[in-house]
């Protein structure tokens, strides 16, 4: 008897559940769902009994029947709970059918519960955009569940595509278009027409720079790919950086030497900063100006860093014994931090290896590199200086 009561109020829940409306999806009467209050309770968590008053109990019952903690919307984004027009079982139902996992679903409602607010026309338009600088199905649903934010909350729908579609047709990797719109939407709030403008100004500064026609798309392209916030920047800072190097002794194929090995952090430099950077390097190392530009040329980061970042990084040098000259000669040391420069130093004192009186270049590069320069020098050490079963050249 229970059991068939217990059935019945289900059947009439889901009923009501599944009574859609093109727009607004979700559309009912308080007083209806007030019926439903003591089956809603059956979801909601035992240990979270204050629910504000001004809750949808429909969404707050579709959202516990898909596992998501309703405390954690109550606590970072409540006021989506009290909306009446929503689409739980919708936005749900698509993200299923490309392969989003249970508690994939659960926990990108609760990172991002903005999305069950998205109509389910305007999320399938997303699903397609995405879809095409995408692989398969199942890179689609790993981007959403690790990015839902990126995915749902997107101010021009369509001035997006038009920027994806922009950099496909300039050539840009899907790889690298669909790493922007994780990584970095806000590209994809720059009207197509600005961007359009920042790539012009791009291609114009190379080739005023002494760059060729025919590597004039590669080096974009590799460009963007390593630095898209670039796109972010206005074009002025940007051609103003280039004239104050250019006033400060570089020449073009120099500065097209710093954009090269920077990628598009000079373009994030303004002249005052470059300014400070200089002024600091010539006074730090006590050089002339053709030194000072062979040092810059050697290190770019000597511009890129604060004058306190380089202040702290060469003092951390100094207090491992590490003379100026040494800096000089190998100064992109100076792009390590001093963490991990006392860890290398250390690894390396591990196999007698003296820092101070050897070449820094052992010291630098990549994790990588470095890696790759210990086992050299730990297997050097190892190696014995008689090997009996190499053969014997004896002369007759």
Do not use: H
């Not at 027009?85 to 698509?94: G, K, L, P, R």
């Not at 060469?314 to 207090?319: A, I, S």
């Amino acid at each position: 008897m229970v059991r068939g009561i217990g059935q019945g109020i289900t059947g009439m829940f889901r009923m009501l559940l599944m009574r859609s409306q093109p727009c607004p999806l979700w559309s009912y009467k308080k007083a209806e769902a007030r019926k439903y209050e003591p089956f809603l309770k059956y979801f909601t968590s035992t240990n979270d009994r204050q629910q504000p008053k001004d809750e949808n109990n429909v969404t707050v019952g579709n959202l516990c029947r898909l596992s998501v903690d309703i405390r954690k919307i109550r606590r970072v984004k409540g006021w989506v709970l009290s909306k009446e027009e929503t689409y739980v079982e919708e936005i749900a139902s698509i993200l299923q059918k490309i392969g989003t996992k249970e508690t994939a679903l659960a926990s990108i409602l609760e990172r991002c519960p903005e999305a069950i607010l998205c109509s389910p026309a305007a999320v399938n338009a997303q699903i397609d955009l995405w879809r095409s600088v995408c692989r398969n199905k199942e890179e689609l649903a790993a981007l959403i569940e690790q990015f839902p934010e990126s995915f749902f909350i997107v101010k021009d729908q369509e001035n997006q595509k038009l920027n994806v579609e922009f950099f496909q047709e300039l050539g840009l990797k899907n790889v690298i278009i669909s790493r922007v719109l994780t990584t970095a939407p806000s590209i994809f709030c720059n009207s197509v027409e600005k961007n359009k403008q920042m790539i012009k100004m791009l291609q114009e500064s190379y080739l005023n720079l002494g760059g060729s026609q025919a590597n004039m798309k590669v080096w974009l392209l590799k460009l963007l790919s390593q630095d898209p916030y670039i796109l972010l920047n206005s074009s002025t800072p940007v051609k103003e950086t280039l004239e104050f190097l250019q006033k400060q002794g570089f020449m073009d194929l120099e500065i097209l030497q710093l954009l090269s090995k920077l990628k598009g952090f000079l373009f994030q430099l303004s002249p005052p900063r470059v300014q400070e950077s200089i002024f600091f390097t010539r006074n730090a190392f006590k050089c002339t100006d053709q030194d000072l530009k062979e040092l810059i040329l050697k290190c770019p980061a000597l511009l890129y860093y604060t004058v306190p970042v380089l202040e702290e990084r060469m003092q951390g040098l100094f207090k491992e014994g590490i003379s100026l000259s040494q800096i000089r000669e190998t100064p992109m040391v100076l792009e390590l931090t001093p963490q991990i420069v006392q860890y290398r130093i250390r690894k390396l004192n591990s196999l007698g290896y003296s820092i101070r009186n050897g070449n820094l270049e052992n010291l630098n590069g990549t994790k990588k590199e470095f890696e790759s320069n210990f086992g050299k020098i730990q297997a050097k050490k190892e190696r014995p200086l008689f090997n009996p079963v190499a053969p014997l050249n004896v002369e007759d």
